[in-house]
């Protein structure tokens, strides 16, 4: 004979032990037009609505790489626990860029915001309009300085390299300093 027993559930104790789990992505903030310092401290805060942000680096001003001839960027990385799969959060990202006034009049060119995915836990993706690893992230010091701050240690899934070693093999040129 079966036995059912009947309990109630206090919810306050039941939420207070949830655990929020999901993947930790890696986000590369950029702005060169405007309050640079600004734009990306409006970003941050709206990336919060993808998960919980768990580190924000320092500021960095970078020289622009691909397209000279325009102003120096303020860059940052940022941390994020989030449920969302590759795609939502780029989406999401593109979205924040839209909002924020972001115009792509010229590839590379001066913008107000750039939020790029560089990694997402380990997942290799690629998908059209989708890579991650972040295909040059490797090759900028931009990315790799304020990232090294926050996740030294995260790897590129596609390079199996932490984040400090792709920064100490990284030839100079690129001028990148703390803000």
Same mark, same amino acid.
């Given at each position: 004979m079966t036995r059912f027993v009947h309990f109630s559930v206090d919810s306050q104790a039941v939420a207070r032990e949830t655990v929020f789990v999901g993947e930790i992505a890696y986000l590369s903030l950029g702005s060169n037009l405007g309050d640079r310092a600004a734009?990306? $401290?409006?970003? +941050?805060?709206?990336?919060?609505? %993808?998960?919980? +942000? $768990? %580190?924000?680096?320092?500021?960095?001003?970078?020289?622009?790489?691909?397209?000279?001839?325009?102003?120096w960027f303020l860059n940052c990385a940022l941390a994020v626990e989030t449920q969302k799969t590759p795609r939502e959060?780029?989406?999401f990202a593109l979205r924040i860029e839209a909002d924020m006034g972001r115009l792509r009049t010229r590839e590379k060119g001066a913008r107000q915001i750039d939020i790029d995915v560089v990694l997402f836990g380990n997942q290799v993706v690629d998908e059209p309009g989708l890579k991650?690893?972040?295909?040059?992230?490797?090759?900028?010091?931009?990315? $790799? %300085?304020? $990232?090294a701050e926050i996740a030294p240690d995260a790897t590129h899934g596609g390079l199996g390299k932490s984040v400090r070693e792709l920064l100490a093999e990284l030839a100079g040129g690129q001028t990148v300093r703390r803000f």
């Open positions: 734009n990306l $401290l409006a970003a +941050v805060e709206q990336l919060r609505a %993808a998960g919980r +942000v $768990l %580190a924000v680096s320092a500021l960095y001003e970078t020289q622009p790489v691909d397209v000279p001839d325009q102003p959060l780029l989406q991650i690893p972040h295909p040059a992230m490797h090759q900028r010091r931009f990315v $790799l %300085a304020p $990232l």
